[in-house]
């Protein structure tokens, strides 16, 4: 496992921006055309299950599901093949009001050519 692999880095960075509230850091790390599903189908942040489509929509998702929130990812695990790589771990959020919000999840990272993230798909379940 090569922590060089272009989806390895691009991912990990990600997750650092996140936890680290570097919104334009973050988005910096994104394709134009990017694709995010977090979670993958409908959820409260996505009812219409498509995903966000480019930076405004990606952006929105920050403004929504990240600001102001504490995020702490665990991923001791992570599987990098051609142009993407799947982290397995755990994902916590603090909302700013308290409330901890805390799921296993596994999330897949593909990259273009010049190391952007073009996809961003999360698979996770709620304790509803």
């Known amino acids: 496992m090569s922590e060089e692999h ?16 570097k919104r334009q850091d973050w988005l910096a790390l ?6 995010v599903e977090d979670p993958v189908g409908p959820s409260p942040f996505d009812p ?3 995903g966000r489509r480019g930076k405004a929509a990606l952006a929105a998702f920050w403004d929504q599901a990240i600001e ?3 995020i ?10 051609g142009n993407e790589c799947a982290f ?8 700013p009001d308290g409330t901890r919000f805390s799921v296993e999840t596994v999330t897949i990272y593909r990259v273009d050519a010049d190391g952007r993230i073009i996809s961003l798909r999360a698979y ?3 304790a509803s």
């Open 6 to 21: 272009p989806a390895r880095r691009a991912g990990r960075r990600s997750q650092q921006a996140a936890m680290q509230g």
């Open 88 to 95: 397995v771990g755990r994902t916590t959020n603090e909302l």
């Open 48 to 50: 219409s299950g498509q």
């Open 72 to 81: 702490s990812m665990e991923y001791p695990k992570s599987y990098a093949c």
């Open 124 to 126: 996770w379940e709620s």
């Open 68 to 70: 102001g929130a504490r």
């Open 30 to 35: 994104f394709a134009e055309d990017c694709h």
